[in-house]
């Protein structure tokens, strides 16, 4: 995909960007403060891979990327906001590309390509070619770039370029090879082994950037810690100026309190002595209470200390001074010391003053320091970033609990402007290693802001209670700070790690390439034998199939002759047709059998068998063993024996396989026995708790065989002697199945067999008990003649099915006629249909007791069908049976999904069809 596409412009371009793009943001996480210089920049080695893989469209798309990137480099925004601004990054991208168009001359001018990866010497040239002599180019630009427009020093130029290029040759020397080995190029040759160099790289490269990254996080805690401790200062003297500012108020509560009356040469001077001139105090006042009845006295007292002019005035909303109404009693401000700075403020009426109103009611009731937000002062409009804290005096003897105006005396202030404070304080604590942004959290304001930058290295911010006002202080570092904390140490750590990886790289591509020949060896005879073993497995999966199709065919006539052979017989009379018929039908199950066993040999050698457990009764399985041989026995006038010892009957196990073992041992001993009899033996012998040992014994006295012919007798297609094959007839193929579903079943098989005695093949089995079945007592079966058997099976009454309404489905004319006429045997008429959905519709518009359905049918299969009864008409009771020439697991397995009860497969006799037709109504009852 990647080479067809690797001329198409856009496609080059825009590959090369994003990858160039992306991998500059992987570099800078390795970069190291203060001026961000990296140890490895990734991005120009991948640059330089997608140049030499997809040509010289790459280096617009990497002008593009690498312009972009730099941009971004010490801004906020995705992109930056003016032309200005994409000035440098464009000279910068400018250097990235022309150190790319340098690297490929050289690379094709001076190595013999494509580069065979077991070279040293031609690896180790491609390395310094593409790495440290290329790389001298874009550091060299951008350091000068970055020279001229910063107007940098020497040694800051130097540092630059020598970051620069060690980053640019790590990134190149270590991704490069590593792309290009991805990807078939004109550069490298084409190495099939190509992730046993760049797994291993890459491994090392992330160990490598795991430790940086822990070295670089451990330093930055530190880094960050010491930040912390040097801010401290800062906020600690903000905390001591609020204890010196609230003793300055309980001071001149003292004074005040203490005398009858406090003159306004005695407040200057004791104001003085607290060092009033102090540039972190605006100003102490002092604001009396006036009682509007002693207003008149009040503006005597104030003239007599000098205040010719005072007069109370009002503050209004829009900042304006007005005279003050009339009130019950006033708040003025009498003293304020400096006076010649703040005379503007006295007289200043605060009871009815906007911001500073409120905060007295709340410090007279409470009788605490109160502080105001940040307002105007009166004295100076200019600013907004007064504040005051008021602190109220009351008469002697007033209790605890009764603050309020009607007790009040007065109130002493101090008027502090936060900016000079801070700068002050910011001054001697800061040091120059941080810079501080304050913010008054009740309204979002910054009080105070003297270069915090949000995109400083370290950050710090602490919220304190300063007059019960949170303030939040915003710390960011200063460039002062950056400098002290260069983490050199994951730096060196890094750029080692990274030369590391680089010469580990190169082992393992030169070990790796080393070995490619013998692997070239080794991988051409594999595929030979591969290929060898893929042909006979097709070959395989060719007989399979074709066995099973043919499978599939033989059984459609099969059907027909077998089931027109049998109802021939039920209407005939004369003995010789009968036999006649009867001949057909010996021969038809002669040839289904072979059918059954060549099908059964292919899926074991195929290794499709697969076993299924699931709980059996295994008297059940005698039964029906006995069932299928009886009448053979007695045919050919020999006794059919059975003894059962059972003590553990409900088994887990794959009943269907049992059977086959059973019927396959006692289907050769009836056919090689000619006179005397066959005894079956079938007993169980607990191992523990949970499982036993099944012992099956079948005992003939028939033609026995040779002890040279013992060896082999397990071998498909033979018989014991060749002339047995064309007196008893058969495959040779039953004790093959035999022997291969023991050994599938972990079991053993041995056989003892004397000539003209005869045999004796013994089976044992480990099965597991079925511990959550009823517990049922064990199954003892005395021998029982053949003639004994039938006479009891003869006694036991037949079902009638003459009350049954059955639907056939079957699309094959014969095979409905042969259905037919099997049914008509068993006392069953029916309707029948030719599909699926012509099922569906007689279903709808009849009631039906039990349905026979073909699977394999045109316009609506019997899966589609059965699924749409069960699902969509909802008849979950309705017995269901498959009467079809398939015998795959596929579809059997498919069938019991989808609520079929039983599954009969072509071709099938009415005694079949019967136990069928008893077995699903007896699971239904």
């Avoid at 393992?508 to 070995?515: A, C, D, L, R, S």
Wanted: glycine share 4%; net charge negative.
């Amino acid at each position: 995909m990647l080479t067809t596409l690797r001329y198409q412009p856009l496609f080059a371009i825009s590959i090369a960007f994003v990858c160039y793009f992306l991998f500059a943001k992987l570099g800078l996480l390795f970069a190291i403060p203060p001026g961000f210089a990296s140890a490895i920049w990734p991005a120009a080695g991948i640059g330089l891979a997608i140049y030499l893989k997809l040509g010289r469209w790459a280096l617009l798309g990497t002008f593009l990327g690498s312009t972009l990137a730099n941009s971004q480099v010490g801004i906020d925004s995705f992109f930056a906001s003016s032309l200005s601004d994409w000035l440098i990054p464009s000279c910068l991208a400018l250097g990235t590309c022309l150190q790319l168009i340098l690297a490929r001359c050289l690379i094709y001018r001076y190595c013999e390509l494509p580069i065979k990866l077991y070279t040293l010497r031609s690896i180790v040239k491609f390395a310094l070619l593409a790495g440290p002599m290329a790389c001298i180019v874009a550091c060299s630009v951008g350091a000068t770039v970055l020279t001229i427009n910063n107007d940098l020093s020497a040694q800051q130029t130097a540092f630059i370029w020598l970051t620069w290029w060690v980053g640019d040759s790590v990134g190149t020397l270590f991704f490069t090879p590593l792309v290009l080995l991805l990807f078939n190029n004109q550069v490298f040759s084409r190495a099939p082994y190509r992730w046993k160099v760049v797994a291993p790289s890459l491994i090392i490269f992330v160990l490598v950037s795991s430790v940086f990254f822990l070295s670089r996080g451990h330093f930055n805690e530190r880094a960050q810690l010491s930040f912390v401790e040097k801010t401290q200062k800062l906020t600690n003297q903000i905390l001591l100026a609020e204890t010196e500012f609230a003793q300055h108020l309980y001071s001149l509560a003292g004074l005040i309190q203490a005398s009858e009356e406090v003159t306004r040469d005695e407040f200057k001077t004791f104001t003085t002595m607290l060092n009033v001139n102090d540039t972190n105090l605006r100003a102490l006042g002092w604001i009396p209470k006036v009682e509007h009845k002693n207003l008149a006295d009040f503006y005597k007292k104030a003239q007599s200390y000098g205040f010719s002019d005072y007069s109370l005035k009002s503050l209004n909303h829009d900042k304006q001074l007005t005279a003050t109404p009339s009130k019950a009693f006033y708040l003025p401000i009498l003293f304020l010391e400096p006076y010649q700075t703040n005379q503007a403020a006295v007289g200043l009426e605060l009871t009815t003053h906007p911001v500073a109103a409120p905060i007295i009611d709340k410090a007279v009731t409470q009788g605490t320091i109160q502080i105001t937000p940040p307002l105007t002062l009166a004295q100076q409009r200019d600013k907004f970033t007064g504040f005051v804290a008021y602190y109220p005096l009351f008469k002697q003897g007033t209790p605890q609990g009764q603050t309020n105006y009607q007790n009040l005396m007065g109130i002493t202030e101090v008027v502090i402007e936060i900016d000079t404070l801070l700068s002050s304080i910011y001054k001697q604590a800061a040091n120059n290693d941080f810079h501080v942004q304050v913010i008054y959290q009740e309204q979002n304001k910054t009080l105070f802001n003297n270069g915090y930058n949000k995109t400083a290295n370290f950050h710090y911010s602490q919220t304190i209670e300063w007059f019960s006002t949170p303030l939040t202080f915003n710390f960011a570092s200063s460039s002062n700070f950056d400098a002290k904390a260069t983490d050199w140490t994951s730096w060196i750590t890094l750029i080692l790690g990274c030369l590391l990886a680089v010469i580990s790289t190169i082992f393992i591509m030169i070990v790796t390439g080393f070995n490619h020949k013998l692997e070239l060896e080794v991988t051409q005879k594999t595929a030979e034998l591969e290929q060898t073993n893929q042909d006979l497995i097709k070959a395989n999966n060719a007989k399979s199939q074709f066995l099973a199709n043919m499978s599939h065919e033989y059984r459609t006539p099969l059907n027909a002759i077998v089931g027109f052979s049998q109802i021939g017989r039920s209407r005939t009379q004369d003995p010789k047709v009968k036999d006649y018929f009867n001949k057909v039908l010996e021969s038809s199950e002669h040839l289904l059998n072979l059918i059954n066993n060549v099908l059964d040999l292919t899926k074991m050698d195929s290794g499709k068998l697969n076993l299924i457990e699931a709980p059996f009764s295994l008297s059940d399985v005698v039964q029906q063993t006995r069932v299928l041989f009886e009448q053979q026995a007695l045919d050919k006038n020999i006794t059919f024996n059975i003894h059962a010892d059972i003590k553990q009957n409900q088994l887990i196990g794959d009943k269907t396989q049992l059977e086959q073992i059973l019927v396959n041992l006692c289907s050769n001993a009836v056919k090689f026995t000619q006179q005397g009899q066959v005894k079956l033996t079938v007993t169980t012998a607990p191992i523990n708790s949970n499982t036993c040992t099944l012992t099956i014994k079948v005992e003939d006295q028939g033609i026995g065989i040779d002890k040279q012919y013992i060896d082999g007798l397990f071998d498909a297609f033979t018989q014991a002697d060749e002339s047995n094959t064309r007196a008893f007839g058969g495959t040779g193929l039953g004790l093959t199945i035999v022997k291969q579903l023991v050994d599938l079943m972990q079991g053993t098989l041995n056989v003892q067999s004397e000539l003209n005695v005869g045999s004796t093949f013994t089976v044992e089995l480990p099965l597991k008990v079925d511990l959550t079945a009823e517990k049922t007592s064990a199954v003892e079966t005395k021998e029982q003649s053949n003639s004994e058997a039938l006479n009891m099976q003869d006694s036991q009454p037949a079902t009638d099915f003459s009350h049954l309404k059955v639907l056939l489905v079957e699309d094959n004319e014969i095979n409905q006629i042969v259905a037919r006429e099997q049914l008509k045997l068993i006392n069953i008429q029916c309707e029948a249909v030719n599909n699926g959905q012509q099922a569906l519709d007689h279903i709808e518009q009849n009631a039906l007791d039990l349905l026979l359905l073909d699977l394999h049918m045109p316009v609506l299969n019997g899966f589609d069908t059965a699924y749409a009864i069960r699902s969509k008409l909802n008849l979950i009771d309705l017995p269901i049976i498959a009467l079809t020439a398939s015998v795959s697991e596929q579809d059997k397995q498919k069938a019991a999904e989808l609520g079929i009860n039983h599954y009969l497969t072509k071709p099938f006799n009415a005694e079949q069809l019967r136990q069928a037709i008893e077995m699903c109504f007896a699971e239904h009852s």
